[in-house]
């Protein structure tokens, strides 16, 4: 569970850091509000994932650590998409 949180952590704030310097996107509320709710949001959902959803459909091992990480971690990159969306 901690590698889990770690890799979501990391990834989640290299993601609300660097995508909307790649798309050239200015954050609504500032880059701190951005990496915070992406992280946060990415962090929850890494552990609903892990926890709950992955037992579920029967994975286990290093698919269940990547599945989980990776969807939480895309999941933080959405997250920026509703921030911009709230604020327009």
Same mark, same amino acid.
């Given at each position: !569970?901690? !590698?889990?949180?770690?890799?979501?952590?990391?990834?989640?704030?290299?993601?609300? /850091?660097?995508?909307?310097?790649?798309?050239?996107?200015?954050?609504?509320?500032?880059?701190?509000?951005?990496? +915070?709710?992406?992280? @946060?949001?990415?962090?929850? /959902? +890494?552990?609903?994932?892990?926890?709950?959803?992955?037992? !579920?459909?029967?994975?286990?091992? /290093?698919?269940?650590?990547? &599945?989980? @990480?990776?969807? @939480?971690? &895309?999941? +933080? +990159?959405? !997250?920026?998409?509703?921030?911009?969306?709230?604020?327009?």
């Amino acid at each position: !569970m901690f !590698m889990v949180m770690l890799i979501t952590f990391v990834g989640s704030v290299l993601v609300t /850091w660097l995508l909307p310097k790649a798309f050239n996107s200015q954050p609504p509320y500032g880059v701190v509000v951005d990496i +915070a709710v992406g992280t @946060a949001v990415g962090l929850v /959902w +890494a552990y609903i994932t892990y926890e709950l959803l992955s037992p !579920m459909i029967g994975l286990t091992g /290093w698919l269940r650590l990547a &599945g989980s @990480a990776g969807d @939480a971690i &895309g999941f +933080a +990159a959405v !997250m920026l998409w509703v921030l911009r969306k709230i604020k327009s």
